[in-house]
């Protein structure tokens, strides 16, 4: 597979906050807000794994593993 400038910034882009997290994850709180009410105030917990276990892979992995990205 040849990469190109499009193939370099999506993998920057993916693993700039997979290395954020990774260096961060032990100075979060074990609980994270993941709702606010409409004054502000959190209404809503998540435990921390939970909260970044949701977010990978990200929904457009497919499109980029596939290169079916309609912008590629």
Do not use: C, R
Not at 7 to 16: Q, R, T
Not at 35 to 46: A, I, K, L, R
């Amino acid at each position: 597979m040849k990469w190109n400038k499009f193939d370099f910034y999506i993998s920057i882009m993916i693993l700039i906050p997979i290395v954020m997290i990774m260096t961060l994850y032990n100075k979060l709180p074990n609980e994270l807000a993941i709702h606010f009410g409409t004054s502000g105030e959190p209404n809503g917990y998540q435990g921390k794994l939970f909260f970044f276990a949701d977010k990978f892979p990200p929904p457009h992995w497919d499109s980029i593993i596939n290169k079916s990205n309609p912008l590629y």
